[in-house]
């Protein structure tokens, strides 16, 4: 089996409650039934600090540079606090 990237938002007052509504909606669109490629497939995730840099930059040059926080499909999400409420999970994932 393969592996892909994925990045997807989830909404909840802490990081927790933010990736149980981002797994619950990569299962809902994805299925149940594994090897989804998306973040239905993780079971935990890393809170990141993008320090000074944008969010979203910080995100893409973790993707691009292969770091290895988050660069193993059976491990860990990222996760970066958007807004109050709003988090981004990525990573790769087992499809």
């Known amino acids: 089996m393969g592996a892909q990237q994925f990045e997807t938002k989830g909404t909840g007052i802490t990081p927790r409650e933010a990736f149980s509504d981002a797994v619950d909606r990569a299962r809902y669109l994805h299925g149940h039934g594994g090897y989804t490629g998306s973040l239905a497939e993780k079971s935990s995730y890393t809170l990141l600090d993008p320090g000074t840099e944008d969010p979203q ?39």
Do not use: Q
Not at 74 to 92: E, H, M, N, Q, R
């Open 57 to 95: 930059a910080f995100v893409r040059r973790l993707m691009d540079d292969g770091d290895p926080r988050i660069d193993d499909k059976w491990g860990p999400a990222g996760c970066v606090k958007l807004t109050l409420d709003t988090y981004i999970f990525f990573g790769w994932a087992s499809s």
